[in-house]
């Protein structure tokens, strides 16, 4: 199933500017999900970081990978209506930079699920190489 924009909006409370999906290309509830940003020279992160030398700043591309977490997790039914916050963030490496005209592609796997609190392994591509992995810990409130 493919999520586009108004479906995520309708599991996930994140709006334009800190909504960082553009699609939802594959989907476990509660188990996994793979999103798609295709990043453009719009993007207003782009103009502060760094002018002349645009990049997307790490946190966001992690901030991308947690959203798209959050859309298999509040995709289940008891967790509908609810927002998924940061509990954690472990090992998280950056082994690319992500530029303007990349098209990222967002992979979250839910590992741990414990009631309310939980632990995804996430990794973003851009192509088949590997741009930034991290261990994220959420809770649902």
Do not use: C, W
């Not at 995804?120 to 088949?128: F, M, P």
């Amino acid at each position: 199933m493919v999520y586009n924009i108004n479906d995520i909006q309708s599991i996930i409370p994140h709006r334009y500017p800190m909504l960082l999906i553009d699609k939802i290309i594959e989907i476990q509830e509660g188990q996994r999900a793979v999103g798609i940003k295709n990043l453009t020279m719009n993007e207003g992160f782009f103009q502060g970081h760094f002018p002349g030398n645009p990049v997307m700043p790490g946190v966001l591309i992690i901030e991308a990978l947690a959203q798209t977490g959050a859309v298999a997790i509040l995709s289940m039914d008891k967790f509908k209506n609810k927002t998924v916050y940061f509990g954690g963030i472990k090992s998280a490496k950056f082994k690319r930079k992500v530029l303007p005209g990349d098209t990222l592609k967002l992979v979250t796997e839910i590992t741990k699920m414990k009631s309310t609190f939980g632990i995804g392994k996430a990794t973003a591509y851009v192509g088949e190489e590997v741009a930034a992995e991290a261990e994220l810990i959420f809770v649902v409130e």
